[in-house]
Structures are given as C-alpha cells and as structure tokens.
C-alpha cells in the first residue's frame, strides 16, 4: 500500500512539474507573440522580441532582445534595443483583459538618437505611437466595440545605465543616459491601452535623451564639436517644445 501511494506521489509531482514547465513556456510564447504581433502597428516600425521567460506561479520572469528599428527617413537598422527587461506581474493577469505589472526594469538599454534641424528619430517614433492611439475617434470606436480593449497598469517602471549614440557609424558619440522612473501608470485609470503605455514611457525616455545631449552641448570643447553641441541643443529645445516638456 505505502509502494502505490509513493508510486502515485511521484506521478503527480511529476505531472505538476510538467504543468509547470508547460506553463512557463506557454507564458513566455503569449509574450512573445502578442509583443511581435501588436509591437508594429503600434510603432509602424518592425519589432521584434528574441524570447520570453515568465513563471506561472510568481508572475516574474525575463524578456530578451526587444529591438525596435527606426522610422521612415531614418538611418537603417535600430532606434533601440533592450537586452533584459526583468518583469515582475500579477500572476495569471496576462489572461484578462486587465495586466497588472508590477515592475518592469531594464538596464543598461541602447538608444540610437539621430536629429536633423527640426525633429528626431525618437521624436518621429513618439509620433508615431501618437497617432496610432489615434485619439478620440479610437476612443469612441473602442466605446461602439463589443469585446473590452486590452488595459495595461505599471506600478513601477525604471530604466538605468542607459547609454545614447548620438548620430550614426563611427562618428557616433556615445552618451551617459540619466535614469527614467515612473510610478503608477495607468492605476488611476484603471488600465490604459498598451499604445497609450508605449506613448507614456517612450515620452519619458526622449526627454532623458534629450538631456542627455543637451548636457553634452556644455563639455564638447572643439570648435567643430561645440557647433555640433549647439546643434543638438537645439533639436533638445525644439523637441520639448513639440512635446510640450
């Protein structure tokens, strides 16, 4: 008796185990998919994100190799890349219609940061996710729809050790990125859609990045480098104010 109840112990323990695994991998290929699905319309630009881990039980887990390209009239090639993303998030939220994260953090990211006299690459990808919200025809839309749209809620969003190339190829000067952090995205509303999200923290880092060059204006010391600076100035200046920062 006691040799069939170990027996059967160990085949649960076992099949729980294999649940477990089958979930985990499930979880990560949900992310995964839903982010390279609905990545490109958000930023009509191509996303793609290398792999997923996410536990079922604790809702924390890893994102790898999220890179968004640039947008039309740009350099080819990425406007930034995000090695590691660690989530942590409300256990099985990612079934509703309501996801609850708790914390997303991301270090040392890579940003490609390119200006001409009045915009920028970020500027236009921030431009994009604008209209792709697409205000409030969208939200009436939504209302007449009859399946509830997909909200999202961040308690707690950080981004460090962030690092800006400024222009492109080998004459790119690399920056010191100051951190991003944001508390309780989307809470007081009760979730917001994920363009809206993308809208919010990609508005967040362009300001980082634009201090980021706009310090750098004040320790270039050749002639060449200081109109370059003065340059960049400029486009920061110009960019707070088309976004109202």
């Known amino acids: 008796m006691k040799k069939i109840f170990s027996s059967t112990g160990i085949v649960i323990l076992v099949l729980a185990l294999l649940v ?13 998919a839903a982010v390279n699905r609905i990545g490109p319309s958000i930023t009509k630009t191509a996303v793609v994100l290398d792999g997923a881990n996410l536990s079922p039980l604790t809702g924390s887990g890893t ?14 090639g990425r ?10 998030m409300k256990p099985f ?9 708790d914390e997303i953090d991301i270090d040392q990211p890579e940003f490609t940061y390119e200006t001409k006299i009045f915009s920028s690459n970020l500027g236009d990808l921030l431009n994009n996710i604008k209209e792709s919200t697409g205000g409030a025809n969208k939200a009436d839309a939504s209302s007449q729809s ?7 809620e961040i308690r707690h969003f950080r981004l460090t050790n962030g690092k800006v190339k400024l222009g492109v190829g080998s004459a790119a000067l690399p920056l010191p990125m100051p951190p991003v952090e944001l508390h309780d995205l989307g809470t007081k509303e009760g979730g917001i ?8 923290v990609l508005g967040s880092v362009t300001s980082s990045v634009v201090s ?34």
């Open 20 to 32: 477990y695994v089958g979930l985990t991998f499930f979880l990560g290929g949900v992310v995964k």
């Open 63 to 76: 994102l790898r190799g999220l890179s968004v390209d640039n947008p039309q009239g740009w350099s080819k």
């Open 79 to 88: 406007v930034f890349y995000l090695g590691k993303i660690h989530v942590s």
């Open 93 to 101: 939220s990612i079934f509703g219609d309501h996801i609850v994260i």
């Open 212 to 245: 980021a060059t706009t310090q750098a204006a004040s320790q270039i010391g050749s002639t060449a480098g200081a109109a370059a600076a003065e340059g960049v100035k400029k486009t920061g200046e110009n960019l707070k104010k088309l976004f109202g920062k």
């Open 146 to 152: 009859s399946s509830k749209p997909l909200k999202v």
């Open 193 to 200: 859609t994920p363009d809206q999200m993308a809208a919010a």
